[in-house]
């Protein structure tokens, strides 16, 4: 063979081979370190005889993030948010009593109002040594958070705000029949709230007015429907969608707390919920002239469809308020 031509046969096996690739794309002499990934445990612990399960991630010594999740859901909705938060920040996320991994008492035995869940995290910060803490707050989880900042104003350190509501003009058309509990909690009224939790509703809330429904896993729906359909939980939900009108009146003190301590908040909505939708978001402002408010294309849990853009901002913005 021509030994021109057998030069240039071994130069295109050597570019071709995987060898040659890597040591294009990889600069002599440079070393990559592949980052640590953050270990999450998952925790019991009992509160008034209850087991409340939660995750926990990240160094002891760091500020705490406490997750507080929505409805109908449990901390497995900050699964993938964990990870990407543990290697700067003690992460702490719950699950309420009825919800995920948290046993669920009957409800003619335990209470399940906003106010007795606000008692449950707050005993499980003291328990785990929290003495202060950032929260994210999330549908259920807002007025819980709320609740705990009024308990405890100097505790909170900052707040990340995702569809949740403290301002009347959140409550839109989809509550009009919650609406109707509250005024007047008649079986039949109570009843026609049990649509809310089937599947239908469930996987609604996942996928309504999310930008790409590829993105959202249908693992979701179908994990929160399993517990939701548990012998007796219906009526859990019922009880607590009947006591949601509790924390209704306490929105002027959730605002005053706002107005007074000033925390610093960072708030990313889903401006596709139906539940909470954009007009939720806006007040905010009034009491909270300097929160970051990023609003997006997004539904219900936008952490689902929108984690790649959430978790940066996040971030960033604990990283300014936090780590100063």
């Not at 179908?222 to 009146?249: E, F």
Request: glycine content about 6%; some cysteine.
């Amino acid at each position: 063979m021509n030994r021109h031509l057998v030069g240039a046969t071994i130069a295109i096996l050597v570019a071709i081979s995987p060898v040659a690739a890597e040591a294009r794309c990889v600069p002599n002499n440079t070393v990559i370190a592949a980052k640590a990934v953050p270990v999450i445990q998952y925790k019991n612990t009992t509160i008034d005889g209850v087991k409340v399960f939660y995750r926990e991630a990240g160094p002891k010594d760091a500020p705490v993030l406490l997750l507080l999740h929505g409805f109908p859901t449990s901390s497995h909705m900050f699964r993938n948010l964990i990870p990407l938060l543990a290697d700067r920040y003690r992460v702490i996320a719950p699950d309420y009593p009825g919800y995920g991994q948290s046993d669920a008492p009957d409800h003619t035995k335990f209470d399940y109002t906003f106010a007795n869940l606000t008692n449950i995290v707050d005993k499980l910060t003291e328990k785990v040594g929290a003495d202060r803490y950032s929260m994210y707050v999330m549908d259920y989880g807002a007025p819980i958070g709320y609740r705990l900042a009024l308990k405890h104003p100097d505790r909170v350190e900052t707040l990340i705000v995702q569809n949740g509501n403290a301002y009347t003009e959140g409550l839109a058309a989809f509550w009009d029949p919650i609406k109707a509990y509250w005024a007047e909690k008649t079986p039949e009224r109570r009843e026609a709230l049990a649509s809310l939790v089937t599947l239908e509703t469930t996987k609604f809330q996942y996928t309504d007015g999310m930008g790409d429904v590829a993105r959202i896993s249908p693992d979701n729906w179908v994990v929160d429907q399993a517990l939701l359909d548990r012998p007796g939980n219906k009526d859990i939900q019922l009880d607590l969608l009947g006591d949601y009108g509790s924390n209704v009146p306490l929105y002027p003190q959730f605002q005053a707390f706002f107005r007074d301590h000033k925390p610093p908040t960072l708030i990313v909505w889903g401006k596709n919920d139906k539940i909470f939708p954009e007009s939720g978001a806006h007040p905010y402002l009034r009491d909270l002239p300097n929160a970051e408010m990023h609003i997006l294309d997004s539904g219900h849990f936008a952490l689902e469809d929108k984690l790649d853009v959430m978790a940066p901002l996040i971030r960033d913005f604990l990283a300014r308020k936090l780590c100063k």
